[in-house]
């Protein structure tokens, strides 16, 4: 018998101070991508907030899950919300001001209709449930230990995940209301909270720290 996967229903997301809560509307594996990133920039971010062993997994991945922007809405402490740009590149990472709780990635302005949700202020044993357990992998060279075993992304994967995020810009343009989004303005698609800029010595020092952390995984591992 095949299992079939469940319906799509709201996925909540509280911050771990409890300042923040949002809902991901219609939470579903086919409404979306779910991906492991291994990238630098994404461990950066987990270093800059401090929460490296919450959010990085043994290989040094953070669990995401890319869809709609409009799909996911900030319900309470919208004034806590804080997000910080980490390189020269538009990427948006948002987080809980107080509690340093991560939020999601999304690109400079609200017009792409793009987001990537960060998982750990997820519910994990529901997040499996509505949105699949299983995940490609991708960057994972900049991973850290034996990752002969993840399941990677490959030339297709990656090319799928593009056209993903192409596709939901377009949609965005033809249809303003999938632009619609508790971290945007909508009149103006600018953030509703001013970037905090690293600085290349702040950034420097980060880049540090997640060599360093990736060595310690590859010799717990």
């Known amino acids: 018998m095949i299992a079939t996967p469940n319906p799509p229903q709201p996925l909540d997301f509280q911050c771990e101070c409890g300042a923040v809560h949002g809902v991901l509307h219609d939470a579903s594996s086919r409404r979306g991508r779910r991906l492991v990133c291994h990238c630098n920039d994404c461990q950066v971010f987990a270093h800059y907030l401090g929460h490296e062993t919450w959010m990085l997994d043994d290989n040094a991945g953070t669990s995401v899950y890319q869809t709609d922007l409009s799909r996911f809405e900030i319900t309470k402490g919208r004034e806590q919300i804080a997000c910080a740009n980490l390189t020269s590149k538009s990427m948006l990472r948002w987080y809980c001001g107080k509690c340093r709780t991560p939020i999601a990635n999304t690109l400079g302005s609200g017009r792409s209709g793009f987001i990537s949700l960060i998982l750990t202020g997820f519910d994990r044993a529901k997040t499996n449930a509505l949105l699949g357990a299983e995940a490609d992998h991708i960057a994972t060279r900049s991973g850290a230990g034996d990752r002969s075993k993840l399941k990677k992304a490959g030339i297709l994967g990656m090319t799928a995940m593009l056209w993903d995020i192409m596709t939901r810009a377009i949609n965005a343009w033809l249809k303003p209301e999938l632009c619609q989004s508790s971290l945007f303005d909508s009149a103006t698609g600018k953030p509703v909270a001013t ?19 990736r060595d310690v995984l590859a010799e717990l591992g």
Request: proline share 5%; net charge positive.
């Open 195 to 213: 970037p905090k800029k690293l600085t290349r010595a702040e950034r420097l020092a980060l880049d540090e720290k997640a060599d360093v952390y």
